[in-house]
T-cell receptor
């Protein structure tokens, strides 16, 4: 079955530590996205990539970094510069660079501070 | 700036009590409006895409409709398993990036 796999499901970060969230898709989609979801708020875009080796900042990119070395993979690093990282992180993908296409989502990673 | 407002924020229904969720939007050049269902601790699951005013889509107890300013998700005779957060997103052709704008969602609880 095709889909998006996010890991780990739960992640804990210590002060000053960088952590990396994994996102892998086997849907052969061109575009991939990272969102942050906080209680009572909509999905906020962190970064997106429409093609391998290229990515763009979203609305809340500060304190985060990404890479897109392979079509299937779009890892997100939460750096120590992100002072409020506790949230539910969602990875998504869609086809044809997103034109008129719904997004497919993974089941998220919940990040907390120790 | 594209805006999406969903109402109500929360809705409690008795099993079998039909109702509607609203998604109002302001975009320039709507490309598509998407409805998703999200269960607690899970990622959103795609339900419907609507492309033009007057369009309707149905799936089991759910029916989505679209006008030039808003979309409704009608839930007919809901069951407890319909309890979830329903998200609306709009996609416009702004800047050519086709990045959707999401509303904050409506949390639906259906009591048996």
């Amino acid at each position: 079955d095709g889909g998006i796999t996010q890991s780990p499901k739960y992640l804990f970060r210590k002060e000053g530590q960088n952590v990396t969230l994994s996102c892998e898709q086997n849907l052969n989609h061109d575009a991939m996205y990272w969102y942050r979801q906080d209680p009572g708020q909509g999905l906020r875009l962190i970064y997106y990539s429409q093609i391998v080796n290229d990515f763009q900042k979203g609305d809340i990119a500060e304190g985060y970094s990404v890479s897109r070395e392979k079509k299937e993979s779009f890892p997100l690093t939460v750096t120590s510069a992100q002072k409020n990282p506790t949230a539910f992180y969602l990875c998504a993908s869609n086809d044809r660079a997103g034109r008129n296409q719904p997004q497919h989502f993974g089941d998220g990673t919940r990040l907390s501070i120790l | 700036e594209d805006q999406v407002t969903q109402s109500p924020e929360a809705l409690r229904l008795q099993e079998g009590e039909s109702s509607s969720l609203n998604c109002s939007y302001t975009v320039s050049g709507l490309r598509g409006l998407f409805w998703y269902r999200q269960d607690p601790g899970k990622g959103p699951e795609f339900l419907f895409t609507l492309y033009s005013a007057g369009e309707e889509k149905e799936k089991e107890r759910l029916k989505a409709t679209l006008t030039k300013k808003e979309s409704f998700l009608h839930i007919t005779a809901p069951k407890p398993e319909d309890s979830a957060t329903y998200l609306c997103a709009v996609q416009a052709a702004s800047g050519g990036s086709y990045i959707p704008t999401f509303g904050r969602g409506t949390s639906l609880i259906v009591h048996p």
